[in-house]
């Protein structure tokens, strides 16, 4: 579906998204905990937002203009859709084992956590670079926002809810910004400019190589 229908549905329902995170947590106790992310925008008759019908009807693959005002009920009739999905990584730098682990999650992740180590594998560019007092680094391994959803910044908006979150007890956050598939190197290249500017609208910064920010976020 494209069209500025789709759009103004997109823009409306941005003020819903909400992300469901979610931990296995394994014995023994991991350096590197994965952190599983869905993105969700919701609608109902009730509350909203108030957006066009048929263009939410084709979005969510139901007809919304069948769902009617919950007139008895506290809880409205509500629509709740995934639009994408993450992966996020909290990595205790402060562990002999963190590295390793990293390099097991997957080459992305591997490839961050030697740009965090430094060459001499001492974090010397990332202790003089960031606070490291809490020990942890959380990683944005992948964020993704299915096509139709897109072109409101949900990517964004998504990724800031959850280092809200999983930052409040880290002190830097750190993602590779390319994507993935890219064999032509022309095309890697401009892809890899394109995301620098797209994760610098939230505050990542080029660090050795990769892109990085300070944690906690403002306010949080």
Request: glycine share 10%.
């Given at each position: 579906m494209?069209g500025?229908?789709?759009?103004?549905v997109?823009?409306?329902?941005?003020?819903?998204?909400?992300?469901d995170l979610?931990?296995?947590l394994?014995q023994p106790t991991?350096a590197?905990?994965?952190?599983?992310?869905v993105?969700?925008?919701?609608?109902s008759p009730?509350d909203?937002?108030?957006?066009d019908?048929d263009?939410l009807?084709?979005?969510?693959?139901?007809d919304t203009?069948?769902?009617?005002?919950?007139?008895?009920?506290?809880?409205?009739?509500?629509v709740?859709?995934?639009?994408g999905?993450?992966?996020?990584?909290s990595?205790?730098v402060?562990s002999?084992?963190?590295l390793?682990e990293?390099?097991?999650i997957g080459?992305?992740?591997g490839?961050?956590?030697?740009?965090?180590?430094?060459?001499?594998?001492?974090q010397?560019?990332l202790r003089?670079?960031y606070?490291?007092?809490?020990?942890?680094?959380v990683?944005?391994a992948h964020?993704e926002?299915d096509?139709?959803?897109r072109g409101a910044s949900?990517?964004?908006l998504?990724t800031?809810?959850?280092?809200?979150?999983l930052?409040?007890a880290?002190?830097a956050?750190?993602l590779?910004p390319?994507k993935p598939?890219?064999?032509d190197f022309?095309?890697?290249?401009?892809?890899a400019?394109?995301?620098a500017d797209?994760w610098?609208?939230?505050?990542?910064?080029?660090f050795?190589g990769?892109m990085?920010?300070?944690?906690?976020l403002?306010?949080t």
């Amino acid at each position: 579906m494209q069209g500025p229908s789709r759009l103004s549905v997109v823009t409306g329902l941005r003020p819903t998204l909400h992300v469901d995170l979610t931990a296995t947590l394994v014995q023994p106790t991991s350096a590197a905990q994965v952190y599983a992310a869905v993105v969700q925008v919701s609608w109902s008759p009730d509350d909203g937002p108030d957006v066009d019908p048929d263009a939410l009807s084709e979005l969510v693959g139901v007809d919304t203009n069948a769902y009617l005002p919950e007139l008895s009920s506290l809880l409205p009739d509500t629509v709740t859709v995934d639009v994408g999905h993450g992966e996020f990584v909290s990595a205790d730098v402060s562990s002999p084992d963190c590295l390793q682990e990293l390099e097991d999650i997957g080459p992305g992740v591997g490839l961050v956590g030697k740009a965090l180590y430094g060459e001499s594998l001492q974090q010397k560019e990332l202790r003089a670079s960031y606070d490291i007092s809490h020990g942890h680094v959380v990683i944005v391994a992948h964020m993704e926002i299915d096509p139709d959803w897109r072109g409101a910044s949900y990517g964004l908006l998504a990724t800031e809810l959850v280092l809200g979150e999983l930052g409040r007890a880290a002190d830097a956050a750190a993602l590779f910004p390319m994507k993935p598939g890219l064999d032509d190197f022309a095309e890697r290249d401009a892809s890899a400019r394109a995301l620098a500017d797209y994760w610098g609208r939230i505050g990542f910064a080029e660090f050795n190589g990769i892109m990085a920010m300070p944690l906690p976020l403002a306010g949080t």
